[in-house]
């Protein structure tokens, strides 16, 4: 199909409704139940730049910046960029030992109930077979519909398939490639590296550098071809989509990707930071981040395995699960959906640390999913001295959470005290429930310890006090109350 003749299908889409390129109409839209239900998902950063596999995911960038440690590190490992580029990695990504059966298998052991592959990240390379561009996996590199071959495999485990696009940040990511010669400013490789529109003065101000129309309608046909071919459940939206200029597209694309859902008959979201979208229209996703407390709006963390990078590096330092763990509780507790991403390399397979996260928090899960699952905030978030500051990019700080720091969740008549480090000695103390607080009134008739066969010893008086002595690991604990 000619671009026009699509555009022009998008057009008639949008006016056949319910939804039309309007805030007013967008911000009817409903979160989905599905989503506010099963509260956890695997973020996947896959792509070319896992073959340096050096830095981070933004290789493909910093690689053009002279004397940054990524050009020095290619220069010396691979030689000029005039020589070889970031595209010559392509034929180097192969996904040789790539089994998407194995992966959803692990995902669904972990907990989460939902996955989101990176569909298209800056670099501009797509993960699918698409129209517009020669430049993706089904037609170079893997030679194989990478997004395809994944969505068949979640679904297959009953796992809710998502996806993500980065495009809008194409426009400039290849800028410092144009301030000398290299393979960025050489015409024949134009349509992978783009416009490469710059020096941007501010990638973070919404009026700089702003993207011509023709970017703007290739963006909207790229990732409305990812709507239709693949039908994802979640669509989600790196930063720069809040460049002004993106504001009538994105409309366009919320009101098409809502309305192809009412066709199929599901229930879909768009995630989205800062303000690229009017509040109320689509679910606000915090990078690397948590609130201070309870949103009255459904929200997303969405985090990575490793502190330094979202795609695989052979440098990627680590976090350790029980502190991942500790992110989902706080969030979840806080109204919010825990997106963490994982780094595969090149050749497709999972590194070893990535899937010993994935099991541990599987492990957990299956003992303590109760208290995550189907849940809703409780009259607080939590108690205990620790606090988690809000806003993008505070999780890669180190919290050390106590025995007096516990998160609430609520389910029917249970509430989940989740304690956040057991305490040696046994006891815990629940402030927040007890009666001095007076948020509880009614009675508490049954504590139990999820994972264990003991019913602890319980005082309800101006605080609850809980006696248990279990062999509890570094992993949050939970207390489930069942009230009258």
């Given at each position: 199909m000619e671009k026009r003749k699509y555009l022009e299908e998008i057009e008639r889409t949008i006016q056949a409704?319910?939804?039309?390129?309007?805030?007013?109409?967008?911000?009817?839209?409903?979160?989905?139940?599905w989503y506010k239900n099963d509260k956890f998902g695997i973020f996947i950063h896959w792509g070319v730049y896992s073959?340096?596999?050096f830095g981070n995911e933004w290789y493909a960038r910093y690689v053009y910046r002279k004397n940054s440690p990524e050009n020095k590190f290619h220069i010396k490992k691979y030689g000029d960029l005039n020589q070889f580029g970031y595209k010559d990695f392509i034929p180097m990504f192969q996904a040789k030992k790539y089994v998407p059966d194995e992966w959803a298998k692990l995902f669904k052991a972990a907990g989460a109930r939902f996955v989101m592959p990176v569909a298209e990240h800056h670099d501009g390379f797509q993960m699918y077979g698409s129209q517009w561009s020669p430049w993706n996996a089904e037609n170079m590199g893997p030679k194989k519909d990478v997004l395809g071959e994944l969505k068949t495999a979640v679904e297959k485990e009953e796992l809710k398939f998502c996806t993500s696009s980065h495009r809008a940040e194409h426009w400039w990511f290849y800028n410092y490639g144009n301030s000398y010669p290299c393979d960025v400013s050489d015409p024949q490789y134009q349509d992978f590296y783009g416009p490469s529109h710059g020096p941007s003065h501010d990638v973070n101000d919404i009026y700089d550098n702003p993207p011509d129309?023709?970017?703007?309608?290739?963006?909207?046909?790229?990732?409305?071809?990812?709507?239709?071919?693949?039908?994802?459940?979640?669509?989600?939206?790196?930063?720069?989509?809040?460049?002004?200029?993106?504001?009538?597209?994105?409309?366009k694309f919320?009101?098409?990707?809502?309305?192809?859902?009412?066709?199929?008959?599901e229930e879909v979201a768009i995630d989205a930071k800062f303000d690229a979208f009017v509040h109320g229209?689509?679910?606000?996703?915090?990078?690397r981040g948590q609130l201070s407390g309870i949103s009255t709006d459904f929200w997303?963390?969405?985090?990575?395995?490793?502190n330094n990078s979202w795609g695989y590096t052979e440098g990627n330092i680590y976090k350790k699960?029980?502190?991942?763990?500790?992110?989902?509780?706080?969030?979840?507790?806080?109204?919010?959906?825990?997106l963490l991403n994982i780094g595969p390399k090149a050749d497709g397979t999972i590194p070893e640390e990535d899937t010993n996260i994935l099991q541990e928090i599987g492990k957990w899960m299956k003992k303590n999913g109760e208290a995550i699952y189907d849940t809703i905030p409780w009259k607080v978030f939590g108690e205990g001295p620790t606090l988690v500051p809000e806003g993008h990019f505070t999780d890669t700080q180190h919290f050390d959470f106590t025995s007096e720091d516990i998160r609430y969740t609520a389910k029917s008549n249970s509430i989940y005290a989740i304690v956040m480090k057991w305490p040696g000695d046994g006891k815990v103390i629940l402030k927040e429930v007890g009666r001095k607080a007076g948020r509880l009134r009614t009675?508490?008739?049954?504590?139990?310890?999820?994972?264990?066969?003991?019913?602890?010893?319980?005082?309800y008086r101006d605080c609850v006090e809980i006696e248990a002595h279990i062999q509890a690991d570094e992993y949050p604990v939970v207390l489930k109350l069942e009230i009258l």
């Open positions: 409704g319910p939804y039309q390129d309007s805030w007013e109409s967008l911000c009817q839209h409903v979160t989905p139940k073959v340096p596999a129309q023709g970017f703007l309608e290739d963006w909207l046909v790229r990732t409305c071809e990812i709507v239709d071919k693949y039908q994802p459940k979640i669509m989600f939206f790196d930063w720069w989509i809040q460049q002004v200029a993106f504001k009538p597209y994105l409309k919320a009101a098409y990707y809502y309305n192809r859902a009412v066709q199929w008959g229209s689509v679910v606000k996703d915090i990078e997303q963390n969405d985090t990575s395995v490793a699960p029980e502190s991942i763990i500790q992110d989902l509780v706080d969030v979840v507790s806080k109204n919010g959906a825990f009675a508490v008739k049954r504590i139990s310890i999820l994972g264990y066969d003991i019913d602890p010893l319980f005082e």
